[in-house]
């Protein structure tokens, strides 16, 4: 039986193991890549261009720069904050508030995956 309270959710999400916290930062795929790879979401890489869809900067698109497992947080190329004190900081972004553009197949393991994922959905269910 697991817990309602908020707080320990939250301790639950904070002492994931690291296999497991990667998978918290997934993002819906767009449309076409739906289409395309028979698959609603995907885990964020370095390299991906994402577009956000809530939040504050909603509307920005941009390759993604860099991935904190542990934080839950997704960092955009050209997104940033000026601080007060004149410093210049990237914001960060929740996966979920995330939709992926493009991918980044640079990784040959990915594109292997998402090919073969692909032959999954065009033959259907096993019978």
Not at 53 to 59: A, L, T
Not at 78 to 98: E, F
Not at 105 to 121: G, H, I, N, T, W
């Amino acid at each position: 039986m697991t817990s309602s309270k908020p707080s320990k959710q939250r301790g639950l999400l904070h002492n994931l193991p690291k296999h497991l916290s990667h998978k918290m930062l997934s993002a819906p795929l767009s449309r076409e890549l739906r289409e395309r790879y028979g698959r609603r979401s995907l885990s964020v890489r370095v390299g991906d261009t994402v577009k956000i869809v809530r939040g504050g900067y909603r509307g920005v698109q941009g390759k993604v720069k860099r991935v904190e497992s542990r934080e839950g947080k997704v960092y955009i190329e050209g997104l940033t904050r000026k601080r007060v004190d004149g410093r210049v900081v990237d914001v960060p972004v929740h996966a979920s508030n995330l939709v992926i553009i493009s991918l980044n197949l640079d990784d040959e393991y990915r594109r292997r995956k998402l090919e073969s994922s692909k032959l999954v959905e065009a033959r259907g269910p096993a019978s």
